[in-house]
């Protein structure tokens, strides 16, 4: 079997060497483009994300990106959102009195945490659900965090046909959502790409799920 | 303020000194075929288990700057840990350029301190995530908390208290510090605990104490002192000390670390 193809969406969020190159190394194919069409026919989209939820959800619109994952999910076909790529997933976001539509795949506000200290930044456990793909034999490893703002609860739930969302959550002064496993949508709010081994692992489990 | 409820992991740090593409002072690793290559050394680092990587651009000119662009891309391309570049950063321009080239954090220093309001510039566009103050403090002065801010590697002592300009930058939209002392620096007697304690009465965000360190010992020190992370240069490039001798030091005096 060749390697999955996977495209990282380009539209101007920070730094994404670092998950390209992770990508590859966990056996993707992997470029790195605004391009619809060939972000529609990757077998799998990452979708990164640095900076304040805003500007990241404006950058997205103005590029379209948010088109881009809509018609992706509509077909079924997976995402990975990652850090603020994943926050924009939610409903909204509330930054510094900032309210911000977001995506609304998922219900819920993003917002800041409950930590005397602020960012979270640094290297966390988490606690996987029952029967995670993303985290098969890495769920006692560490991840990497940078981040002020989460998604501290969680309300969507699984109706038969659908099955249950499965939610990762990690804590710094209250626990907050660290990953989610959603059919085709899946997201973390840590960065695989900077978390070492265990990243580059979680990764390759995603990619196990794209075909 | 009281201790953050998390098991977070005390993150260890090794820093490099590049000039012109190339690791300066102190560098003596055995069974390493260019020591002096910071793409290597930062490898290898991150093999030993580094948690995060900090280059400072030691660069003089703006020519010799294309360089660091270049090693902080081939180092993102290979090391799997967050990466800070500090050095010669005067603008937005600069930091869009360093967070293009692969870097996660920059470290802003004396522009900073020229013009106050370049950390919310940065935090405003960036985020804070990426704007780490690195501060060089020394003691004395005329103070109110007897620690001064110096510039030029601690050279040429300002009147700002290190401790408001802490407080100031975190306002503006600092998301670390990163605590140099210049009165510890080289002098591998340990880290200023008491310089990292008043850091930390005054900060809401991470501390990274940095400058002393000499034995494995010192780490847990800092650490104690109320540090969320600790970065050293000289006793890991002479290979006195591994990372993982600094962990599990750390470890056994009872801190979280990742293995």
Partial sequence: ????????????????????????????????????????????????????????????????GNQIVDRRLAGGRPVL??????????????????????????????????????????????????????????????????????????????????AEPLVTWADHGGRFVAAVENGPLTATQFHPEKSGEAGIRLLANWLRTLR | MSTTPTSLAVRVIPCLDVAMGRVVKGVNFLNLRDAGDPVALARRYYEQGADELT???????????????????????QVFIPLTVGGGVRSTADVARLLASGADKVGVNSAAIARPELIAEIADRF????????????????????????????????DIDALEWAARAIDLGAGELLVNSIDADGTREGFDTE????????????????????????????????????????????????????????????????E
């Fill in chain 1, 1 to 64: 079997m060749s390697a999955p193809s996977v495209v990282v969406l380009d539209y101007g969020s920070g730094n994404v060497h670092s998950a390209v190159k992770a990508l590859e190394l966990a056996g993707a194919n992997v470029s790195l483009t605004r391009n619809a069409g060939e972000a529609q026919e990757a077998d799998g989209l990452l979708l990164p994300g640095v900076g304040s939820f805003a500007a990241v959800m404006a950058a997205l619109v103005e590029s379209r």
């Fill in chain 1, 81 to 162: 959102g990652i850090c603020v790529g994943m926050q924009v997933l939610f409903e909204r976001g509330v930054e510094r009195g900032v309210d911000t539509e977001g995506m609304g795949e998922w219900p819920g506000t993003v917002d800041r945490l409950r930590s005397p200290i602020l960012p979270h930044m640094g290297w966390n456990t988490v606690t996987a659900p029952e029967g995670t793909a993303l985290f098969n034999g890495i769920e006692d490893e560490r991840f990497y965090f940078v981040h002020s703002y989460g998604a501290q609860d969680w309300s969507l739930t699984g109706t038969a046909p659908i």
């Fill in chain 2, 55 to 77: 280059f400072l651009d030691v660069t003089a000119t703006v020519d010799d700057r294309e360089t660091m662009y270049d090693v902080v891309r081939a180092t993102a391309e």
């Fill in chain 2, 127 to 158: 985020g804070a995530q990426v704007m780490v103050l690195s501060l060089d403090v020394k003691r004395g002065g005329t103070t109110d908390s007897g620690f001064v801010v110096t510039t030029h590697g601690g050279r040429t002592e300002t």
């Fill in chain 2, 195 to 258: 310089l990292i304690s008043l850091m930390r009465s005054v900060s809401s965000v991470p501390v990274v104490a940095s400058g002393g360190a000499g034995e494995a010992r010192h780490f847990p020190q800092a650490i104690a002192a109320g540090a969320d992370a600790v970065l050293a240069a000289s006793v890991f490039h002479n290979g006195e000390m591994t990372i993982g001798d600094v962990k599990r030091e750390l470890r056994d005096a009872g801190n979280t670390v990742r």
